[in-house]
């Protein structure tokens, strides 16, 4: 499994699957959209079109690559299940640590030192 997360990879990805062992392509939206300048600008069409390009991209090979990503509020799994995902998963690390944050600051109830 490979992800991808650049524009350069998406450009690049029939050579990217001709590697031996190669089998599955991840997308990261989020890298991906940060690699084209738009991170902070999730409704930014040209982030979704990338995206969405190297997802026609990995269907179009001859042979069978698995493809793998990360769904979004832009993106729902069943969403991505019917765009031809084999993979989808629904937490990031980033959203997973930010929780744990919260949670343990409420748990505690810190507060800010003035």
């Known amino acids: 499994m490979c992800q991808a997360e650049s524009e350069e ?3 690049n990805l029939e050579e990217i699957v001709q590697v031996e062992g190669v089998d ?6 989020r890298d991906l959209r940060a690699n084209i300048g738009l991170l902070r600008y999730p ?12 997802e ?6 001859g ?5 793998g ?4 509020p832009e993106s729902s799994p069943a ?5 031809g995902y084999d993979l989808v998963c629904g937490a990031v690390d980033v959203a997973l640590f930010r ?13 800010s030192i003035s």
Request: with cysteine; net charge positive.
């Open 63 to 67: 042979k069978k690559i698995l493809l």
């Open 79 to 83: 969403e991505m299940y019917d765009r």
């Open 69 to 72: 990503g990360f769904s979004t």
């Open 56 to 61: 026609r991209a990995v269907r179009s090979f």
């Open 43 to 54: 409704d930014d069409p040209r982030g979704l079109a990338l995206l969405k390009k190297g």
């Open 9 to 11: 990879a998406v450009n």
């Open 99 to 111: 929780d744990a944050v919260v949670a343990d600051l409420k748990k505690n109830k810190i507060r």
């Open 24 to 29: 599955c392509v991840h997308f990261g939206p």
